[in-house]
């Protein structure tokens, strides 16, 4: 009796370390997924420590088929991609002023865009999906207007 007894606390041990271990592997399982979800949240903003009128990310690197969300935080803004600052077959994208916006990228490549009222003001951002580098090229023939110039090298050098 005192054996089996013995036995059975083993196997209830083993089982609860099964148990632990299960759990422990499901929830490192859930975390890498929510990790590979990689829609982007975007804040268009009037200030960023040192810097105004500013995307609050101004490089997401995504997924195909993820989607970046650009929240109107602040009013005035919008979200314009550059002609020519995008990958080929891109269809022109325009947000509305001072409103939330989404797009969901279909298509790999780099995109540029600006907000439309203060493009000359360094108020750009770039969108990378895919990983695909290959309308670079393409990019650093866009036409940036006023301080955007500077800051588009910046971001051109460590796509
Ligand atoms: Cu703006």
Not at 16 to 27: A, D, E, Q, R
Not at 85 to 107: C, N, Q
Request: proline residues 2%; positive net charge; aromatic residues 10%.
């Amino acid at each position: 009796m005192f054996v089996m007894t013995k036995s059975l606390n083993k196997y209830k041990f083993l089982f609860s370390t099964i148990t632990l271990f299960s759990l422990v592997m499901l929830s490192a399982l859930s975390i890498s997924l929510s990790a590979l979800a990689a829609d982007q949240t975007i804040e268009m903003l009037n200030k960023l420590e040192k810097e105004n009128m500013v995307f609050s990310k101004k490089i997401v690197k995504i997924d195909k088929g993820d989607t970046v969300f650009w929240k109107a935080t602040k009013a005035g803004h919008n979200v314009e991609f550059i002609k020519g600052g995008v990958p080929e077959g891109v269809e022109k994208f325009r947000s509305a002023l001072s409103k939330d916006t989404e797009y969901k990228f279909e298509i790999p490549g780099i995109y540029a865009y600006w907000c439309t009222p203060h493009k000359g003001m360094g108020m750009i951002g770039f969108v990378v999906v895919g990983n695909d580098k290959s309308n670079l090229d393409a990019i650093k023939k866009v036409k940036f207007m006023g301080k955007s110039k500077k800051i588009a090298l910046e971001l051109i050098s460590s796509l």
